[in-house]
């Protein structure tokens, strides 16, 4: 009883720390993205990374120390049951070992081009400090290809609104073209205008019943008020 206990109390310390490695990746991993990030790690920084080695080196040992109770227990019949978790265990370390060398290549890396980015406007501002007249020319380079963008969007803007007029027309042509199609045909078939002047008529009458019933029913209304 004692040896199974002296197991569960291990394996629970082992599984409370691997859930703290991963609180802890969550807060590293944010040192990645840090609008500007410093050329050298803050203080936060360093602290983060030495807890997570920390926990590292304690899971080691609670492997070990469960691995030496695991073999003492090998001669009692013990099923292969602890074996699977302290596989799984090593397995866990040996992943999270590798989760932190890939955040701190990532955070390096984050580092290197912003302090590459820092060293490149540097050399431009010396640059332009000791060569006024490059700075001149510069600035004025940057106004002209403004102007020059300012000037492809207005042609576009032009071209479409081009494309749309000629398409209305288009439109409006082929719906001329309909219409005297019909009007042509119609002048043809004996009758037909007529018999279209009828169900115009029709239409006409049914819209003043059904207004006059509309406006019947609404002083209606206003009357029961």
């Known amino acids: 009883m004692a040896s199974t206990g002296g197991w569960a109390q291990l394996r629970g310390q082992a ?4 859930t703290q490695t991963e609180t802890l ?9 840090v ?4 050329a050298k790690p803050s203080e936060d920084e360093r602290v983060a990374e030495a ?5 590292l080196e304690k899971r080691e040992t609670l492997i ?18 602890k074996q699977n978790n302290l596989s799984r265990h090593r397995e ?15 955070i390096q890396d ?4 912003a302090n590459l980015l820092s060293n490149v406007r540097s050399d431009i501002d010396a640059y332009h400090s000791n060569n006024p007249e490059a700075a001149e020319a510069d600035y004025m380079l940057g106004e002209r290809g403004h102007i020059d963008n300012s000037n492809n969007m207005a042609d576009n803007i032009l071209a479409q609104a081009y494309a749309v007029n000629d398409s209305f027309v288009q439109q409006r042509e ?3 073209s309909i219409n005297r199609r019909i009007t042509g045909a119609a002048a043809q078939v004996p009758g037909l205008n007529s018999l279209i002047g009828r169900i115009s008529a029709k239409k006409r009458r049914d819209g003043i019943i059904m207004g006059g019933f509309i406006a019947f029913c609404f002083l209606l209304f206003l009357y029961f008020m």
């Open 92 to 106: 866990i370390l040996q992943e999270h070992r590798q989760e932190l060398r890939r955040l701190k290549s990532q």
């Open 51 to 55: 807890k997570i080695q920390d926990i």
């Open 64 to 81: 070990a120390q469960l691995t030496r109770l695991l073999d003492s227990e090998a001669t009692l019949g013990q099923s292969g049951l």
């Open 35 to 38: 609008p500007n990030i410093p």
């Open 25 to 33: 990746f969550h807060t590293y991993s944010q040192f990645a993205a």
């Open 110 to 113: 984050a580092r290197n081009r």
């Open 15 to 18: 599984r409370s720390l691997e």
């Open 174 to 176: 082929m719906l001329s």
